[in-house]
């Protein structure tokens, strides 16, 4: 089992429609997530971070996080052709002294016009 | 402020030859990791520093790859010698741990490699 898995995608979604990312991860300990967009050619970029169960908002983006079923989804609303990325869970598991963050293989969103 | 510097963008080599990467974190992140992000596929953690101590180094091919952060500032990533598998980007980031406790990972460029 990966640590931290993705639905690939494609997923395509019409332009102004809700955009629903999801993640799944298997330490239990972990106690950080993330959510990193992707365009192509170009390095990860941090748009949406959550700690704590429920829900979190910024702008059109919403992180839900639920520890209990190790699962963590990204809402986009009103989406953008500019939103056509690929979008990276990723999960940090401390352990020691140390914590690791590790990424899931991302999903490839497309927003059509 | 500043954001990670890579260096170079992009190189093309022929296998069995050497290569090094360089990364220049923000000022003042005391952890520093490099990952290799083969296309299609997340990025893969290859060694994380804690200042200039190895904290994970576990997916490092040892055999052939080798980094080092001297000073605890800037780091390199060598290759050598590389393999045709070796083509991939090579992400370089710092991160912070805020006042909350909570850490912050920011991003290089990437350095794009070639093998051929």
Redesign the interface.
């Known amino acids: 089992q990966k640590e ?1 898995e ?1 639905n ?1 995608g494609p997923l395509s979604v019409p332009e102004g429609a809700i955009a629903s990312l999801n993640c799944t991860y298997s330490d239990r300990v972990s106690q ?1 997530f ?1 959510w990193y967009r992707q365009y192509s050619g ?5 748009i949406m ?1 959550i ?1 704590s169960n429920g829900d979190k908002e910024d702008g059109r983006f919403t992180a839900q996080l639920n520890k209990a079923s190790q699962y963590v989804s990204l809402l986009i609303r009103d989406s953008q052709p500019s939103d056509s990325a690929t979008y ?1 869970c ?1 999960v ?1 598991s401390a352990y020691s002294s ?9 999903t490839r969103l497309s927003i059509r016009p | 402020e500043a954001g990670v510097a890579q260096s170079p963008r992009y190189k093309i080599i022929e296998k069995r030859q050497s290569v090094a990467f360089w990364c220049n974190p923000i000022s003042g992140h005391a952890t520093l990791y490099w990952y290799q992000q083969i296309l299609g596929q997340g990025p893969k953690l290859l060694i994380q520093f804690q200042n200039n101590g190895v904290v994970d180094d576990s997916q490092l091919p040892k055999d052939r790859f080798s980094a080092e952060r001297l000073k605890g500032v800037d780091s390199t990533l060598k290759i050598q010698p590389a393999k045709l598998e070796d083509s991939a980007v090579y992400l370089c980031a710092s991160s912070l741990v805020g006042t909350s406790g909570q850490e912050t990972q920011y991003f290089g460029p990437g350095t794009r490699l070639l093998v051929l």
């Open positions: 931290v993705q690939s950080s993330f170009k390095s990860p970029e941090l971070s700690y990276l990723a940090n140390a914590s690791k963050i590790i990424f899931g293989s991302g």
